[in-house]
């Protein structure tokens, strides 16, 4: 039996529109020039059916993705990195760098990659005088967090180099809430410290789990 998309006429299969008419393509039809295959159109209709908008789908994990049928390890991996290029740009408007004034800005920049990380990742969000971000959010450690294994000077490295004026580190707990450890109050305070000594403030440190996040800061941990 032909499939969806081998039924229609050229002109309305998903890959011409995308090329000619992309403004005016439903959610399906741009997802289904992006999966490609003769059964385009019906795994696109079953990424909408299982995860409800395109929100849910950027919310996915890649194994949830994978459930749907027709979707393997490559196209799960394709769409992830079509749906995260659709953020970076949401995030840059006219070129302009993010600007960080909370800790809801930088848990909005943070909280979709973080969230869904199997390992525990430690980043930091390099920031110029005015508190915005430089560049791209730097990955120092992954695994298990403690301080015995995270050397300072590597947290503040990336704003030496930088010339940043500030940074604002975050890690996540992949398996249980964001609750602070002693741990991570330890780490916190000695960036503080160090960064005091070196002229980078650091402006606060998130821990982010399932759909939340702490701010360190605001509980007034590791920053006295």
């Known amino acids: 039996m032909p499939s969806l998309v081998e039924r229609l ?3 309305e299969r998903p890959a011409w529109r995308v090329a000619y008419q992309a403004e005016g393509c439903n959610l399906v039809e741009l997802i289904a020039a992006f999966v490609g295959g003769e059964r385009q159109i019906e795994i696109a209709q079953a990424l909408i059916g299982r995860f409800g908008s395109l929100r849910g789908l950027v919310r996915a994990t890649p194994v949830e993705l994978q459930a749907v049928l027709g979707v393997g390890p490559s196209t799960g991996a394709r769409l992830r990195a079509a749906l995260e290029l659709g953020r970076r ?4 408007v006219e070129g302009a760098l993010p600007l960080i004034q909370s800790p809801d800005d930088a848990a909005n920049l943070l909280m979709h990659q973080m969230q869904h990380l199997e390992q525990e990742h430690l980043m930091v969000l390099l920031l110029d005088t005015r508190n915005r971000l430089i560049g791209e959010p730097v990955t120092l450690y992954h695994g298990s967090l403690n301080t015995s294994l995270v050397r300072i000077g590597e947290v503040l490295r990336p704003a030496i180099r930088a010339n940043a004026a500030a940074i604002l580190i975050a890690h996540n707990h992949p398996s249980g809430p964001p609750d602070p450890s002693p741990e991570d109050v330890a780490i916190t305070r000695a960036v503080v410290e160090a960064g005091r000594l070196l002229d980078v ?3 606060d440190h998130l821990i982010v789990g399932r759909g939340r996040f702490v701010s360190l800061k605001s509980k007034g941990l590791g920053f006295g």
């Open 9 to 11: 006429p050229l002109r």
């Open 201 to 203: 403030e650091c402006l």
């Open 89 to 92: 740009l949401g995030n840059s």
